[in-house]
């Protein structure tokens, strides 16, 4: 029942979709505008009908409705409530429907807000969208159908994937995909201008504040995704440069590099055509993403799809989205007046180089994706290219761009008075020189001259965006949402660099085999493994360790549990349930290796200095996008619609 | 101007081609090692099976030594840390090391998280169906 009636939700708002996609486009040919009109109700239409089958899927794993293929696969009755709901989205066709219900909820968010957008516009915008829906509705359909019967029904499902059974991760692809999936909006803007063959400062107002919200949650969901693999996957890593983490990445590069372009372009008029192509490329390189951790190409813990159709299909659809629109923006872009000239020595030129430097470690990270894909492709040996091509490209990519975020607010339109910026920044510039030396000095282990150049610049980064936050709480009142938001996320990015530079720089790691009883003095610590014990969880069993960390002093900072799990499910597959003793400067890590006979262990320990301040610093960017997005002047801007917003369709 | 960003650039191109290349490894079987296809030196991916009744550890430490085989050849690997979860005697593993006189020294290794994963370079050098136990490399080698 439930699946029947799913199934047909999703068959109906295939035919919704197509509907908001095919009348919009014809209404703007026909100048008609209740063909423009239909857009709206089709778009809360196409999220309804999505929603439903959502729900329906999402009862059918709390109902424990195993004669469901994919509830069978995902699910187990054993399984914990929370992780029930998770796992709606924790397999192949579930996710993509998340990614619909996502993508639909942002056409809805458009239809809502569509009262101060002019009609045509609307509609356009509305109809790239149900395009890109059509495109996922008939993948999903045709094959990765989520409410495929399994008959008979099997008594037991086939568990979630223990890894996955964690609360960062039951956020982690929601988050995520609803900033991959916000990328859809600027490019049907982008889209949109291009057709109408204008592109002015209303257009770049309405799209401004919906391409930073997509980015805000992007940046949410990385960040989530990172602290999931940090907690779950016991290496105490953060970042492994792995092709799906790359994939969620490169969009975000390139997102960043269009909030910024997208403010040259507004300010100056300048940079105009190269905003449409940044806001193409940042959808393209989602759509990319999807391909890439879909299609079963990649060779990744994430990667749980290899049915061959899939990938040929998804490559289809993205050449066909990708092509298209690369074509209209050869043929429509040239005629976009406006374009005025830029200087580099002012702030759009700083803004330029910054989009320079963005998209450039957007290649980089593309090409080291990519590269092992195409070499297999055409039969040569295939390579892999290690994190030390993505850490060699990266760094100095980034650190002239922290250097540069500092001044980024401080160098006027126009033209730079460097000795301005420079005088009114002599205060910032030695508080960052002094912080900047200061921290790596607080962290024992610290090698090497380039991290306190990282670090200056990265206090550099934070100690401006607080100074300038600072001067207008002295002048008695809140920044501008605008300027606040901006600052926070600066914030976020010094804050985000000081805890790279220094975990990256000063982490201690040591393998030890442990007896019980046994100590160990390391990296400043005395860790004592007091031995194991049995434990059962709801679905698992599982060995239970005991390690007490005392300082140098002998006194008692914090008792550590690290648990190997088997899940009953999959006793052959035993899990790693690190502990974590998380602090401002410092975490203390442990995970368990395996028995080594008479009680003995192999056990990890790590000392991750400054590494919450990873998680921290992302957290304030998309805080920082958040606030910036519902800056008035936005909603302002979409009220007052100017003269110069009315379109060249007679209504 | 021109010219000189002309050659910034390709400044900057050839050196990142150049941190390119040294930044790539490659895959190997455990054949093609014993035929000597690997160059001296190199850090290299070894794809194979962990050989039924090799593995042996050192007792008091992490030192653990094992044999990594392919339907026809085995080299004998050591690594010095802890395993992942999934190692285990008959399963297929990815092993990042040099070789050393003969003997492969991992210094990473990698069972990926499902007990029927096979990396795809290893199930296509196998000539495996994918499940990694078609080839049944370890007849022979259990025999001689």
Redesign the interface.
């Known amino acids: 029942m439930i699946a029947a009636v799913g199934h047909f939700a999703l068959a109906t708002a295939l035919a919704v979709s197509l509907i908001q996609f095919v009348v919009p486009l014809w209404g703007l040919r026909s100048r008609n505008t209740s063909s423009l009109m239909l857009a709206l109700p089709a778009a809360r239409a196409s999220f309804a009908l999505i929603l439903c089958a959502f729900v329906l899927l999402s009862v059918a794993f709390l109902q424990d409705d195993f004669s469901i293929a994919y509830v069978a696969h995902q699910s187990n009755s054993a399984l914990p409530l929370i992780y029930k709901i998770s796992a709606v989205w924790g397999g192949h066709e579930g996710s993509l429907l998340l990614w619909l219900l996502m993508l639909t909820g942002w056409g809805l968010a458009v239809a809502s807000r569509s009262s101060k957008l002019p009609l045509e516009i609307s509609a356009t915008v509305l109809a790239v969208i149900a395009g890109v829906t059509v495109g996922f509705l008939l993948f999903v359909l045709f094959t990765s159908n989520p409410f495929e019967r399994l008959l008979p029904a099997p008594l037991e499902g086939r568990d979630l994937?223990p890894?996955l059974q964690d609360p960062g991760l039951a956020i982690h692809p929601p988050m995520l995909y609803m900033g991959y999936v916000g990328f859809t909006v600027p490019f049907a803007f982008a889209i949109a201008a291009l057709l109408h063959g204008r592109l002015d400062t209303a257009w770049l107002r309405w799209t401004r504040p919906w391409t930073t919200w997509a980015w805000s949650y992007l940046t949410l969901g990385i960040m989530l995704g990172s602290w999931w693999a940090y907690n779950e996957l016991g290496w105490g890593g953060w970042w492994f440069w792995d092709p799906v983490e790359n994939a969620s990445f490169m969009p975000w590069l390139v997102g960043t590099a269009l909030i910024h372009s997208l403010a040259a372009t507004e300010k100056r008029r300048v940079l105009a055509s190269w905003t449409i192509l940044l806001a193409i490329a940042a959808f393209a390189l989602s759509l990319l993403g999807t391909f890439l951790v879909r299609s079963g190409v990649l060779?990744s813990?994430h990667a749980f799809a290899t049915d061959p159709a899939r990938g040929v299909y998804i490559l289809g659809f993205f050449s066909v989205v990708v092509g298209g629109s690369l074509a209209l923006y050869t043929w429509r872009a040239a005629s976009m007046s406006l374009q005025a000239p830029i200087r580099l020595n002012s702030r759009e030129g700083l803004l330029l180089i910054n989009n320079v430097l963005l998209v450039v470690a957007a290649f980089?990270v593309l090409?080291?994706t990519l590269?092992p894909l195409l070499v297999d492709a055409l039969g040569l040996?295939?390579?892999?290219?290690?994190p030390?091509?993505f850490n060699?490209?990266f760094v100095p990519l980034m650190l002239p761009m922290l250097a540069l975020v500092g001044f980024s607010w401080r160098v006027n339109w126009w033209k730079a008075d460097w000795g301005a910026a420079v005088r009114a920044n002599r205060v910032a510039m030695l508080v960052a020189l002094v912080g900047g030396l200061a921290l790596p000095l607080m962290t024992p282990d610290v090698r090497g001259l380039g991290i306190f150049v990282a670090c200056v610049l990265a206090m550099w980064c934070t100690v401006t965006a607080l100074a300038e936050i600072l001067a207008w709480l002295r002048k008695g009142r809140l920044p501008p949402a605008s300027i606040l938001g901006m600052s926070l996320a600066h914030l976020g990015l010094g804050v985000f660099a000081i805890g790279v530079g220094l975990v990256s720089q000063a982490d201690a790691e040591k393998?030890?085999?442990m007896r019980p009883g046994q100590q160990a003095d390391f990296a400043g610590y005395l860790w004592e493994f007091q031995g194991t014990d049995h434990l059962e969880g709801p679905n698992y069993s599982a060995e239970h360790a005991v390690i007490v960390i005392r300082d140098g002093a002998g006194q008692e900072i914090t008792v550590l549990e690290p648990e190997?799990r088997r899940y009953h499910s999959?006793p052959?597959?035993?899990?790693?349930e690190s502990a974590i003793d998380i602090g401002v400067w410092r975490d203390l890590y442990v995970s368990l290796?395996?028995p080594?006979g008479e009680g003995?262990w192999?056990v990890?320990l790590y000392v991750k200095p400054f590494i919450r301040w990873i998680w921290f610093g992302a957290i304030l960017m998309a805080i920082g996008g958040a606030i910036a997005a519902s800056d008035r002047r936005y909603r302002l801007a979409r009220q007052a619609r100017s003269a110069d917003a009315e379109m060249g369709v007679a209504i | 101007m021109v010219l000189g960003l002309v050659v910034m650039v390709a400044a900057i191109a050839a050196m990142?081609s150049q941190?390119?290349r040294?930044?790539?490894?490659?895959?190997y079987s455990a054949t093609e090692v014993v035929n000597g296809d690997v160059p001296p030196q190199a850090r290299i991916?070894l794809g194979g099976l962990v050989v039924p009744g090799s593995v042996q550890?050192e007792p008091?430490?992490?030192r653990v030594d094992f044999r990594m085989a392919d339907c026809e050849h085995a080299v004998a690997v050591s690594y010095?840390?802890?395993?992942p979860?999934?190692f285990r005697e008959g399963q297929g593993i990815v092993a990042t090391g040099r070789l050393q006189d003969g003997v492969f020294v991992a210094d990473e290794v990698l069972a990926?998280?499902?007990?029927n994963y096979m990396?795809?370079?290893l199930a296509e050098k196998l000539g495996a169906d994918g499940t990694g136990h078609s080839c049944a490399p370890f007849k022979s080698l259990e025999r001689s």
Do not use: C
């Open positions: 994937n890894l060779v813990v980089s090409l080291g590269y040996p295939k390579p892999s290219v290690g030390p091509w060699a490209t393998d030890l085999a190997k999959q052959n597959n035993p899990m790693t290796g395996e080594l003995a192999s990890r | 990142a941190v390119f040294e930044n790539l490894m490659y895959f991916r550890r008091a430490s992490l010095e840390g802890i395993l979860d999934l990926k998280h499902d007990e990396p795809p370079e």
